[in-house]
């Protein structure tokens, strides 16, 4: 009943917002008096922040049709290289340009779309060529093509690197550290010719033991059987994917919002002043953000349960315990695919230490092909995101990737 409830309220406010949005174009209509003194400009600017906030929003585009190489301007398009019933591998390719490092780019699958990585793709277009995991709403996948778990992310990953072909370097943001490096494990012991060159993690979980942070004390203080009981539900009857247990998006954004709450009101008192004063530009950035941040999407609940279970609960990663398809994943099989961590100083998903730990796990990989970064400042998003990781993190990132570029 949990979705069919959010869905009820969904269009409810949807309707809602319709009628916000229409009463505060009328009273800025330029042929409306109310438009220019008394509580008029105050009333249009509530109503539509109500608007925007209430409005249903779907799967955001990138965007991205151009960009810089060499101090030209190039278009980039946008090409499916390979699709499964769960996510599909994007290529951004770059009309006439030929060569530089293939990089895949790994969304996190924890409720929002690929696009919340559109910031970091636009950075790396100039210097490499970029793919990017985009996956897919899982109520909109139908039950017949089956699930998806913690190891079919790793097949995945494996699948894409093999689509893209040998010589690629991996970027994992956040969540997908954990099945990326497990990928890479499982790679250098097979001595898969696809594996990457280079695995950068981004702010992810690896061992959540180092400086756990509200979202890791949540998930060991109550037990696995709370999590299924609790946000775990069904699809409704009108989407595809009717049936499919999953772990809805708006849980996901829920729990976010909650955790930095003060932060958003006055993110949106913030909006609402601006558009009072008639600064559409400073208003519009905010919504431009929440357009985004508040477009989300479910995961399957097999997939979310396991990455609660192993990375969260039992640390099978770092405690040698992880099982690929019943084989041990063993970070001593990584000898020579370069790894660098990145942590944000502020980081208040992944704490310091987290992501660094896969450095100490590859016990094989030679000093010269580890690297730690700890950008000062920088928050969970700012580490993938934002001016710091436009003029401090990437820089790093490329010189990382030209370095190992074999």
């Not at 151009?66 to 290289?81: N, S």
């Not at 829920?254 to 003060?262: K, P, R, S, V």
């Amino acid at each position: 009943m949990l979705y069919d409830a959010y869905e009820f309220q969904r269009s409810m406010l949807a309707g809602a917002s319709a009628i916000a949005n229409m009463g505060a174009g009328f009273l800025q209509n330029p042929a409306n008096p109310f438009a220019y003194f008394g509580g008029g400009p105050v009333f249009a600017s509530a109503l539509e922040v109500f608007a925007h906030a209430a409005a249903p929003r779907g799967k955001p585009e990138f965007g991205l049709n151009e960009t810089i190489v060499d101090g030209r301007r190039v278009a980039v398009l946008e090409e499916i290289v390979l699709r499964r019933p769960f996510g599909q591998l994007k290529h951004f390719v770059r009309e006439g340009v030929e060569g530089g490092p293939k990089l895949l780019i790994v969304a996190p699958m924890s409720g929002h779309y690929a696009t919340l990585l559109r910031g970091t793709v636009e950075r790396l277009l100039p210097s490499t060529d970029v793919y990017i995991t985009d996956w897919r709403d899982a109520k909109l996948v139908p039950m017949s093509d089956g699930g998806f778990d913690f190891d079919d992310y790793v097949d995945y990953v494996i699948a894409f690197l093999e689509a893209i072909g040998p010589g690629a370097h991996m970027l994992a943001v956040c969540q997908p550290s954990v099945p990326c490096y497990a990928a890479a494990c499982v790679m250098s012991a097979a001595k898969h010719p696809c594996r990457p060159r280079t695995l950068t993690m981004m702010g992810g979980p690896v061992d959540t033991r180092e400086a756990p942070t509200a979202v890791n004390t949540l998930a060991t203080q109550r037990p696995h059987a709370w999590f299924e009981q609790n946000v775990i539900a069904t699809v409704p009857l009108t989407y595809p994917g009717a049936g499919r247990k999953v772990y809805p998006g708006f849980l996901q954004l829920a729990g976010f919002m909650t955790m930095n709450l003060g932060n958003h009101m006055m993110s949106h008192w913030e909006m609402f002043k601006h558009l009072v004063q008639g600064d559409d530009e400073s208003a519009e950035a905010t919504k431009e953000f929440y357009d985004e941040y508040r477009a989300v999407c479910d995961m399957t609940a097999e997939f979310y349960l396991q990455t609660v279970d192993l990375v969260f609960q039992r640390h099978a990663l770092p405690k040698g315990e992880m099982l690929h398809r019943g084989v041990p994943v063993d970070p001593k099989a990584i000898t020579d695919v370069a790894l660098l961590a990145i942590e944000g100083e502020r980081d208040d998903i992944s704490g310091l230490g987290q992501t660094k730990a896969a450095l100490t796990l590859a016990a094989n990989l030679p000093a010269d092909k580890k690297q730690y970064l700890m950008a000062e400042g920088a928050g969970h998003y700012g580490i993938f995101n934002g001016s710091k990781w436009r003029t401090r993190i990437a820089p790093v990132v490329e010189q990382w990737i030209a370095a190992h570029n074999g």
